[in-house]
Nanobody, 120 residues
């Protein structure tokens, strides 16, 4: 099973940028897709965006035009470039890898430990 390790979090002022990395112990696209999630204090975890093996990328509306998901297959690493950060982007960011379940649904079952992003 692929293991995921995030890095790149930190504190930044509103309007600033951060780039998160998610390094996988194996081929990051061994399953049905990868994604970035975040969880703010007191709120439920939400999907920030995801990337499928065939290159399709989706973003949640609140980060469209500000965040960019990319990957480097040679490094088995997923990235999240975050620009024009807002206070509400504060939270723990976690990457996840999915496997297709019995019903054909991509289920994210492999998670990293998360990296904290604080926007002030």
């Amino acid at each position: 099973q692929v293991q995921l390790v995030e890095s790149g979090g930190g504190s930044v002022e509103a309007g600033g940028s951060l780039k998160l990395s998610c390094e996988a112990s194996g081929y990051i696209f061994s399953g049905c897709g990868v994604a970035w999630y975040r969880q703010a204090p007191g709120k439920e975890r939400e999907e920030v965006g995801g990337l499928t093996p065939d290159g399709k990328i989706k973003y949640t509306d609140t980060v469209k035009d500000r965040f960019i998901i990319s990957h480097d297959n040679a490094k088995d690493t997923l990235y999240l470039q975050m620009n024009n950060l807002r206070l509400e982007d504060t939270g723990t960011y976690t990457c996840a890898a999915g496997q297709t379940d019995w019903y054909g649904t991509c289920v994210y079952g492999t998670w990293g430990q998360g990296t904290q992003v604080t926007v002030s």
